[in-house]
C-alpha cells in the first residue's frame, strides 16, 4: 500500500471517504454491520477486519454492544489508531498485509472486511483468511461494485483529475498569474499573456465532466486563489498543496476503480470462498433506497470439515 494511503490515514480520517464521510458508515452500510455485530451470541470470539482503516468497523461494533475478547484491525497503510486506543479489546495492525498475516492457524471467529480485501491480492488474501479461520468461522465482506454510486462518480472525477495533470503548464501559469498580479509595478502585456493562456487551458479542461471537474477541487482553489485579499505567499502555499494532493488522490482513485468487482468477478470470490471449504449464506447487492447500488455483499461460514 503506498504512501498515499498511509498519508490519507495519518489525517484522522475515519473511513476511506475521509471528510464526506467523517462520522462513520449511515444508512443501509451502518444497518448492514450493526445487525450482524447485535447478532452474535458469544463475545469471547476473536474478530479480523481485514483493510481496516482507521476502525470504522470496531465503532460500530462497540455501537452495537458488541465486546469481542480481540478485534483485530488489519492495514497495509500506516493508519492512525489514537481515537481507539483506549479500547482494551481493539488492536491494530499497520503496515500488515492481508496475504501475509501475523495470526495462528484456527484463530478467529469473524473475519469482516469493508471496502477492503478488495484492494488485496484477493485470491492470496483469501487463502491466509482460510487459515486463519476456525471451523464454523463467518466470513463478511463488503466490496466495491464496478457500477455503483460509490465508484461510478469517482471514476469521472479521476478521468478529470487525469486531464488536469496533463495539462503540465496549468499550475506554474497559476502561479505566474498570482505573482503577476500580485506586482505593485506589474507589465499588464505580460499578464494579459498569462491570463489567456491560462483561460485557454481552462477552457479546454471545462468543457465536459463537469462533476468530475467539481469532485476535483480545481474551481473551488481558483475561487481561492484569484481573490483580492490574501498573502502571494499563502496562495502559492495554497496552490502547492492542492497540486500535491491532486496527485495523491489521483493514485486513491486509480487504485479504488481497480478494486471494483463486477458480478462475475464476484461469483469468482464466491466460487473460491467455496472452493476453500466455505458455505455461501449470502451473495447481493447493497442498495440504497432501492434503486442506489452501494457495494457487493458476500458472507460465508467455514464448515466444519475444510482444512
Given at each position: 500500500?503506498?504512501?498515499?494511503?498511509?498519508?490519507?490515514?495519518?489525517?484522522?480520517?475515519?473511513?476511506?471517504?475521509?471528510?464526506?464521510?467523517?462520522?462513520?458508515?449511515?444508512?443501509?452500510?451502518?444497518?448492514?454491520?450493526?445487525?450482524f455485530f447485535?447478532?452474535?451470541?458469544?463475545?469471547?470470539i476473536q474478530v479480523l477486519d481485514i483493510g481496516s482503516g482507521n476502525g470504522?468497523?470496531?465503532?460500530?461494533?462497540?455501537?452495537?454492544?458488541?465486546?469481542?475478547?480481540?478485534?483485530?484491525?488489519?492495514?497495509?497503510?500506516?493508519?492512525?489508531?489514537s481515537h481507539l486506543n483506549h479500547r482494551k479489546n481493539v488492536f491494530f495492525y499497520p503496515n500488515t498485509q492481508a496475504e501475509t498475516l501475523p495470526f495462528e492457524d484456527n484463530s478467529m471467529d469473524v473475519v469482516v472486511s469493508q471496502f477492503g480485501i478488495e484492494y488485496s491480492d484477493i485470491q492470496k488474501a483469501l487463502l491466509e483468511i482460510n487459515r486463519v479461520c476456525k471451523p464454523?468461522?463467518?466470513?463478511?465482506?463488503?466490496?466495491?461494485?464496478?457500477?455503483?454510486s460509490i465508484v461510478e462518480p469517482n471514476s469521472k472525477i479521476l478521468d478529470k483529475i487525469e486531464e488536469i495533470m496533463n495539462e503540465e503548464n496549468?499550475?506554474?501559469?497559476?502561479?505566474?498569474?498570482?505573482?503577476?498580479?500580485?506586482?505593485?509595478?506589474?507589465?499588464?502585456?505580460?499578464?494579459?499573456?498569462?491570463?489567456?493562456?491560462?483561460?485557454t487551458i481552462l477552457s479546454r479542461i471545462s468543457a465536459s465532466n463537469h462533476a468530475g471537474l467539481y469532485g476535483s477541487g480545481l474551481p473551488v482553489l481558483l475561487k481561492a486563489i484569484f481573490t483580492r485579499e490574501g498573502v502571494v505567499e499563502?496562495?502559492?502555499?495554497?496552490?502547492?498543496?492542492?497540486?500535491?494532493?491532486?496527485?495523491?488522490?489521483?493514485?486513491?482513485?486509480?487504485?479504488l476503480k481497480l478494486a471494483s468487482r463486477n458480478e462475475l468477478q464476484i461469483q469468482e470470490i464466491s466460487n473460491r470462498l467455496q472452493g476453500l471449504g466455505f458455505?455461501?449464506?449470502?451473495?447481493?447487492?447493497?442498495?440504497?433506497?432501492?434503486?442506489?447500488?452501494?457495494?457487493?455483499?458476500i458472507t460465508a461460514e467455514k464448515t466444519e470439515d475444510s482444512g
Open positions: 500500500m503506498g504512501k498515499h494511503w498511509s498519508d490519507f490515514w495519518q489525517q484522522g480520517h475515519l473511513t476511506s471517504f475521509g471528510c464526506d464521510l467523517s462520522a462513520n458508515y449511515y444508512g443501509p452500510l451502518k444497518e448492514l454491520w450493526l445487525n447485535s447478532a452474535i451470541k458469544s463475545q469471547n470504522p468497523l470496531a465503532k460500530l461494533a462497540t455501537e452495537a454492544n458488541f465486546f469481542p475478547k480481540a478485534f483485530h484491525c488489519v492495514d497495509a497503510a500506516m493508519i492512525e489508531t464454523r468461522a463467518i466470513v463478511k465482506f463488503v466490496i466495491h461494485s464496478t457500477h455503483s496549468l499550475f506554474g501559469l497559476i502561479e505566474a498569474l498570482v505573482r503577476a498580479k500580485s506586482d505593485n509595478d506589474f507589465d499588464m502585456r505580460y499578464t494579459e499573456k498569462i491570463r489567456l493562456e491560462l483561460n499563502v496562495k502559492l502555499k495554497k496552490i502547492e498543496t492542492f497540486a500535491k494532493e491532486m496527485e495523491a488522490q489521483f493514485r486513491r482513485l486509480t487504485e458455505l455461501s449464506k449470502d451473495y447481493s447487492i447493497v442498495k440504497h433506497n432501492k434503486e442506489e447500488v452501494l457495494g457487493w455483499h
